[in-house]
T-cell receptor, first 114, second 117 residues
Framework: GQNIDQPTEMTATEGAIVQINCTYQ??????LFWYQQHAGEAPTFLSY????GLEEKGRFSSFLSRSKGYSYLLLKELQMKDSASYLC???????????????FGAGTRLFVKA | ETGVTQTPRHLVMGMTNKKSLKCEQH?????MYWYKQSAKKPLELMFV???????ENNSVPSRFSPECPNSSHLFLHLHTLQPEDSALYLC????????????????FGSGTRLTVV
């Protein structure tokens, strides 16, 4: 089967660094996405990792280890506006059609406090 | 605005009502999706359309009926819903269903918050 796990909630302080973990089990793995979703708004694309290693994009970085089925999103210099849900999503090749399917985790709600 | 527009933003309907959700994108994307987002649960893929053709129906009850008249518009027709269908319904689009997703992910609309009473 396919499963994605991420913590339900996290709290961090403005200016600090926070790491949001995501573990997954899936067949046909073909990449991992991170999305940000503010309350009442659309999820927005943050990053995509398909190879092992760290991808840095400004204050946000995303890491992937395919052998461990593990990813994390690292947020530096936290700002109040970073308070949001962060969704981990795995892209996998479907067994029967050969196409792709994206499976989402339940999301991690991050609270940034002053 | 993300480029994907959903209407209405909020909808309250009775279990015997019939209503429709609308999604529109003018990004030139060929694939469109309906997702259901319930509190503290993962996004659930409901339907996928690629070049106006339905490519996936993930065991969604028949009280949800999708329609895709062209690549820019997607509807979700609702009838005889249950209270457990109350959720945020998100529409998304991508350039194509498949490889092109990898570079940009999906573009989501802001969703329709549905309450069934």
């Amino acid at each position: 089967g396919q499963n994605i796990d991420q913590p339900t909630e996290m709290t961090a302080t403005e200016g600090a660094i926070v790491q949001i973990n995501c573990t997954y089990q899936t067949s046909g793995f073909n990449g991992l996405f991170w999305y940000q979703q503010h309350a009442g708004e659309a999820p927005t694309f943050l990053s995509y990792n398909v190879l092992d290693g760290l991808e840095e994009k400004g204050r946000f970085s995303s890491f992937l280890s395919r052998s461990k089925g593990y990813s994390y999103l690292l947020l530096k210099e936290l700002q109040m506006k970073d308070s949001a849900s962060y969704l981990c999503a795995v892209r996998a090749r479907t067994k029967y059609t050969g196409g792709f399917k994206t499976i989402f985790g339940a999301g991690t709600r991050l609270f940034v406090k002053a | 605005e993300t480029g994907v527009t959903q209407t209405p933003r909020h909808l309250v309907m009775g279990m015997t009502n019939k209503k429709s959700l609308k999604c529109e994108q003018h990004l030139g994307h060929n694939a469109m999706y309906w997702y259901k987002q319930s509190a503290k649960k993962p996004l659930e893929l409901m339907f996928v359309y690629n070049f106006k053709e339905q490519t996936e129906n993930n065991s969604v009850p028949s009280r949800f009926s999708p329609e895709c008249p062209n690549s820019s518009h997607l509807f979700l027709h609702l009838h005889t819903l249950q209270p457990e269908d109350s959720a945020l319904y998100l529409c998304a689009s991508s350039l194509n269903y498949g490889d092109s997703d990898a570079n940009y992910g999906y573009t989501f609309g802001s969703g329709t918050r549905l309450t069934v009473v």
